[in-house]
């Protein structure tokens, strides 16, 4: 089949293109090669003999009406994202870019069997709680109050008690950012406008997905990218809250292979998808696993610090993905190995941490606790 990845040449696009190309498929790519993701230019992993590289922007009309000539099936995985204060961009590009898809193929007739997405857990917020009672609650952000003075957990505004983490499945939505709302934005559109003209669509809601190639410049692009970075450079890594946060990590081929199934199967036609990693860890003992692989004892800090955003748990149900006959194989060593090995083939990454964590600085995001 003739396969279109928009964003192929980021993290999650460019491992996709690997597995296509694989099992036979023609891949072109559409990507606008954007900093600070490609601080370098064209990544060294892509291989121009084996694909078709588009250079251009997903919210390009004449662009993306090119791209999507003789095509089967797209990939929409490019995006804006991070932790960037102009609002109006996540909208304009995530938003804009999967309407246009439909907008042009429904204009010209394309052919196109199916549209598969790249949404986010980050739709499901801060996730789903129950109190002591028993009563489901879907909490809001905490307070700027509420997290100077250190108090992490959600608590029952009823009871005083805190509430107890459920795991999230597709029905919880409850965005709590710009990207988030933008990437519901995109499954509905993709989903509503998918049944209207008939192109079978799927939308993917990653957790956080960890392997090579992950952008070292991304500030948001995570835990793993951070830790591994300290590690490597013999730092102790900054945990912030009290590091007692759950997190979902997932890893890149696991993903890879949800990605490829969708494709195949036609009962996730007009679905939504958790994509999870089956195993709840918190920050903490993430780190310490990062410790582990690169064989240093030195035990993170805790400063005192929040990140003003952040979710305090979030945990994916993955059932649903894994009835249709996916499961996820890889462990968090295995991302992170994956990902220790990418990084020591690098060169000139000594400025990275700083780079990253002064750009969060510079956002005020990162804050400190009132003594
Ligand atoms: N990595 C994760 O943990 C994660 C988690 C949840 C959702 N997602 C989603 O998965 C998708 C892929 O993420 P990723 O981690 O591979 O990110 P990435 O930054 O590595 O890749 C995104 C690619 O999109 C390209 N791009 C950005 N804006 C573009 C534009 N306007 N036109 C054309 N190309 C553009 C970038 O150059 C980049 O190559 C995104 O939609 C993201 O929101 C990722």
Redesign the pocket.
Known sequence: MNILI????????SHTADALLQKGHNVKI?????KP??MKGFPEYLDESKIEFIF????DKPTMTYALRNVDVVYH?????DYLPDYSSFSL??VA?TSLIYEIIEENNFPVKKVIL?????VMGEGKYHNQEGKVLFPSLRSFMQLSNAQWDFIDPVTKLPLIMDVSDESVINPMNP?AMS?YQQEMLAINLGNRINVPSVAM??????GS???FY?AY??ACRIFSLSYFLKKQPTLYEDGNSIRDFVNIHDVVDALVLVMEKEEANGQVYNVGGGNPYTVLEFAKAVAEVFGSDLSPNIPNEYRFGDTRHIFSDISKLKSIGWQPKRTIYDSIKEYKQYLEQQTDIKDILEYSEKHMRTLGVIRRIKK
């Open positions: 928009t964003g192929g040449a980021g993290f999650i696009g559409l990507d606008i090669l954007k993701v490609h251009g922007d997903v919210t995985l490019a995006a804006y994202q590009i995530n870019s790249a949404s986010s857990q980050a990207y990437k809601r990653f957790s956080i997905v960890q190639r992950q952008s991304n692009s995570g």
